[in-house]
């Protein structure tokens, strides 16, 4: 677990335990060696992208995704209502973002949405 606020981090390491807890920014992320160098299959984000400016939001992603297996995901929780992540950010990091989940009973109404590498097309052989 990531978190930047000193007072919520210890509190997720007496809750959690068995987890890892690293007090840090999480736009740092690229900067630090996680798992023993072997690559997660997610991230589970409740940060608040919509605040963020643009060179957070990059940063962020950019270092998630350095740690992420191919195939892995970024999970993002959101009170707004379309992606978090700018249309302009997904393309520059060949990102793509689907939203998988909402909770509209709750107040205000949630998203969450799966952002994931997108797909190297293949061209047929002799093409470049």
Known sequence: MIEAGSEFAVLLEARFPQATT????????????????????AVSSGLPLLSMSPRKVIAIL??????????????QFTYGPNCPVPR??????????TRVGRALANVPPAAVYRIQRRSQRRLPEGWS
């Open 22 to 41: 690293l007090w840090m920014d999480a736009s740092q992320l690229r900067t630090v060696e996680l798992f023993g160098g072997d690559a997660a299959g």
């Open 62 to 75: 950019d270092g998630s995704f350095r740690h992420l297996r191919p195939g892995g995901a970024f999970y």
């Open 88 to 97: 302009p950010i997904l393309d520059r990091l060949g990102l793509k973002a």
